[in-house]
């Protein structure tokens, strides 16, 4: 195995505050390991920055294990790069070549505003949650075992599916009109599908989707882009039983 890292050229969007108007920065790394993630390269980058007195680049990371949906990048075009079923944070350098030109940006929509360089603010997605992404659960002491209630396993199956969606956005930055549909889809099937998610089943749906509305997200017109992007494989039927639950809690109003 060859140990000579790859040497690139990292076109980076840069953007001072939200206020600010961004521009495409170009970067060169040189000596870039196979094995190093996507964001071990642009903490590489950092570093050099920081030597040469330049500010680093912001972007969001915490987990890096693709569990806490922090990570953010759109690269080459794509949301969370070329790789599939993948977050940034576990995109691997492998996925290039020597001598490639990578271009970062942040994600590009009209809910998610940039707050600096590669950051957006994703708070929009916090308050679709709070307007219902929740169940009530008695926790006076009585509480009923979850494990003694009968669940069919294909529902218990496709509840753990959707609830799989790590809230981090590429869903929204992939599609052409911007719609978080897919995500709010998951958020309302992972309880629909189950007993302790009827309750508050109507309101569930009315209010996040006016939520939703209310934040500026786009109409989804089926394009599956979402699907393709998405690094938990949430899939698009979830969008399906969201327009079911969304359009029965109206009728039944
Ligand atoms: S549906 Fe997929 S792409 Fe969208 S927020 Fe959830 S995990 Fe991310
Ligand atoms: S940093 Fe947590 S999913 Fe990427």
Redesign the pocket.
């Known amino acids: 195995m060859s140990e000579k890292g790859m040497n690139l050229t990292l076109k980076i969007w840069r953007q001072k505050d939200s206020k600010s108007k961004g521009k495409m920065e170009t970067y060169p790394v040189t000596n870039i390991s196979e094995h190093m993630s996507f964001?071990e390269m642009l903490d590489v980058l950092n570093e050099q920055l920081v030597e040469e007195g330049k500010e680093p680049v912001a972007f969001d990371?915490?987990?890096?294990?693709?569990?806490?949906?922090?990570?953010s990048l759109h690269i080459n075009g794509e949301a969370h790069g070329p790789d599939r079923r993948v977050?940034?944070?576990?995109l691997h350098m492998r996925m290039f070549n020597d001598g490639d030109t990578i271009h970062i940006e942040p994600w590009r929509a009209k809910a998610f505003p940039v707050i600096k360089d590669l950051i957006v603010d994703r708070s929009a997605f916090d308050r679709i949650q709070h307007a219902g992404g929740f169940i009530s659960v008695n926790t006076s002491g009585n509480t009923i075992d979850a494990n003694a209630i009968p669940i069919e396993k294909e529902d218990a199956d496709e509840a753990f599916n959707a609830a799989t969606c790590?809230g981090?956005g590429a869903c929204v930055a992939s599609c052409k009109n911007a719609s978080a549909m897919l995500f709010v889809g998951a958020k309302i099937s992972q309880f629909s599908l189950l007993p302790q998610g009827q309750v508050e089943a109507k309101n569930r749906a009315l209010n996040m989707v006016k939520q939703m509305d209310l934040e500026g997200f786009g109409n989804c017109t089926n394009t599956g882009a979402c699907e393709v992007q998405c690094p938990k494989g949430i899939s698009l039927d979830n969008i399906a039983r969201m327009n079911r639950d969304f359009l029965s809690a109206s009728v039944k109003k």
């Open positions: 964001l990371h915490d987990c890096r294990e693709g569990i806490c949906g922090m990570c977050t940034t944070c576990q790590i981090c």
